[in-house]
């Protein structure tokens, strides 16, 4: 059987800029078709963490976005600052929003959708619901905007699953646009992009105590 050649990511020009930096972190907005971490082919290797290292040699990472996802990141500088900045992430102190575009006008102004997410194993990377042995998955919705065909959002995680607002904006009944793992064909092709930009993040600095907040609009 001949083997299928590695799949090669798309590979960002665009400049990742610096929100804010000081001794302990960076925040950092991450392009569009820009991995955050290395993949697994050599050919994978250019990333966000792999480019910041080229300057801030001591930067590490602590989350992630998908490749498709734009926006803000936080960079730790420092072991210290990400001991204290990943605790944040795993106790759920960490404040995130993110601003998104959906198919179809989505009635409701105000919302929330609460259903448990596993790796489907069978189409990885692929994500799905599942009731009996699924991760707990919450997010928040808000609508911006309605249009004549789909609607902007603010959605707000509480819960940082793999692919969860793709899911859960898709079990909405609303998928975002351009998403090429869970939009029906007429939502994918309704934008040229993945619709989605992490544009918020609030968290307790380190180092200072002081709560600070990043913001990274969308440029869509």
Not at 26 to 50: E, Y
Not at 113 to 139: F, M, Y
Request: proline letters at 7%.
């Amino acid at each position: 059987m001949q083997e299928l050649p590695p799949y090669l990511v798309p590979h960002s020009t665009e400049e990742i800029a610096i929100l804010h930096q000081d001794g302990d972190l960076l925040l950092v907005r991450k392009p569009h078709l820009l991995l955050s971490i290395p993949g697994r082919h050599p050919l994978n290797k250019d990333c966000l963490i792999t480019r910041l290292q080229e300057h801030y040699p001591t930067a590490t990472i602590v989350h992630r976005l998908d490749l498709d996802t734009s926006g803000i990141m936080v960079i730790p500088l420092n072991k210290p600052a990400h001991v204290h900045i990943s605790r944040q992430f795993q106790q759920r102190e960490v404040r995130k929003a993110y601003h998104a575009v959906v198919f179809d006008i989505v009635e409701q102004d105000e919302g929330q959708v609460n259903l448990p997410i596993i790796s489907d194993w069978e189409r990885r990377p692929l994500q799905k619901i599942c009731h009996e042995r699924g991760r707990s998955a919450l997010t928040h919705y808000e609508v911006l905007e309605r249009g004549n065909d789909r609607t902007r959002m603010l959605l707000k995680p509480v819960t940082g699953r793999s692919h969860q607002l793709r899911i859960h904006m898709r079990e909405l009944g609303h998928p975002i646009l351009g998403c090429d793992m869970y939009a029906h064909t007429t939502a994918l092709n309704m934008a040229d992009r993945l619709m989605l930009n992490a544009s918020v993040l609030e968290f307790t600095h380190p180092t200072s105590g002081k709560w600070l907040r990043g913001d990274c609009p969308p440029d869509f």
